[in-house]
């Protein structure tokens, strides 16, 4: 077996060259910039990265819900709206009614919110305007009912009792005139007679 001996290297001492290497050894400075600059890009893209995240929050609150439908049975699916706030000039909310015709939106404030629903049926387009009262606790006061609804039982009722004054009224005239018939029909036959 040979023995080894340690060849020093060009600058170093014998007792410098049979020493360890350290673990961090010094690096020029170029090659250090060299590596922050890496650094500070890839930390620079990683930021573009999270600030262009999409977060979300679930959480329960005092949510208004409205439903808007052609029929029980026929919701306007799917329909633009614009949702203003109490005095505001340009909408609040923006969007398209769901599945089942909803539109929902959170009041930060109390007073008179509007909503504008345009919705398409095959008989073409159909609008509503709804109004929804929201209180200072922002809860639902009230809102505006739609026409049918508006019209009252009383209005409801006067409406069936004309029509059933004039219905047999119209009895009353057809029967008449079926009598007057029938008598000028026996004097038109009896006139033939003689």
């Known amino acids: 077996m040979g ?3 340690l060849v020093p290297l060009q600058g170093r001492s014998e007792e410098g ?3 360890r290497p350290s673990f961090f050894p010094l690096m020029p400075l170029k090659v250090v910039l060299h590596c922050v600059s890496v650094m500070f890009w890839c930390l620079l893209f990683v930021a573009q990265v999270y600030a262009h995240a999409v977060n979300y929050e679930v959480a329960q609150k005092r949510v208004i819900a409205v439903r808007v439908f052609y029929s029980a049975s026929d919701p306007v699916n799917y329909a633009e709206y614009e949702l203003f706030g109490p005095g505001d000039t340009l909408p609040y ?3 398209r009614t769901d599945k089942n015709g909803f539109v929902s939106f959170l009041p930060e404030r109390a007073g008179i919110w509007t909503i504008k ?4 049926s095959s008989h073409g387009l159909h609008g509503a305007t709804i109004e929804v009262k929201v209180d200072d606790a922002l809860d639902l006061k009230s809102f505006n009912k739609p026409f049918v609804e508006r019209l009252s039982a009383t209005l409801i009722k006067l409406f069936v009792g004309i029509s059933l004054i004039v219905g047999v009224f119209g009895l009353y005239v057809i029967l008449k005139h079926r009598k007057t018939q029938n008598l000028l029909g026996d004097i038109n ?6």
């Not at 036959?189 to 003689?194: H, M, N, R, S, V």
């Open 3 to 5: 023995s080894r001996t």
């Open 17 to 19: 060259a049979a020493r």
């Open 93 to 95: 909310q923006v969007g």
């Open 117 to 120: 629903v345009r919705g398409e």
């Open 189 to 194: 036959a009896k006139g033939e007679k003689k």
